[in-house]
């Protein structure tokens, strides 16, 4: 059993920053391909935001491109997502997800609000 836990998220104001990170209890090289999701209030359903092979290929929406960069460090089993420009329209609570299969994190809570 792989655990993904999510950290980094916060309350933070428009146009400000924030680094996500996804650390997996087990090795990357066993869950590749990796994606962030986010589930935005009122929503039920997590909409794709970046994904991240082994091969370091990575790919972010179209609507985040340009603002949202995703990355990883194997050697510390973690995926990140680097978050910029933030919007009040980001405002989510984001997951870590091994495409394919069945691993989701808990989640964690971005708030962009002045």
């Known amino acids: 059993q792989v655990r993904l836990v999510e950290s980094g998220g916060d309350l933070v104001q428009p146009g400000g920053s924030l680094r996500l990170a996804c650390a997996a209890s087990?090795?990357?090289?066993?869950?590749?391909?990796m994606g962030w999701y986010r589930q935005t209030p009122g929503k039920e359903e997590r909409e794709l935001v970046a994904t991240i092979t082994g091969g370091g290929s990575r790919k972010t929406v179209n609507p985040l491109k340009g603002r949202f960069f995703i990355s990883s460090d194997n050697a510390k089993n973690t995926i990140y997502l680097d978050m910029n420009s933030l919007e009040p329209e980001d405002t989510a609570v984001y997951y870590c997800?091994?495409?394919?299969?069945?691993?989701w994190g808990q989640g964690t809570q971005v708030v962009v609000s002045s």
């Open positions: 997800h091994n495409i394919g299969g069945n691993y």
């Open positions: 087990g090795s990357l090289s066993d869950l590749w391909p």
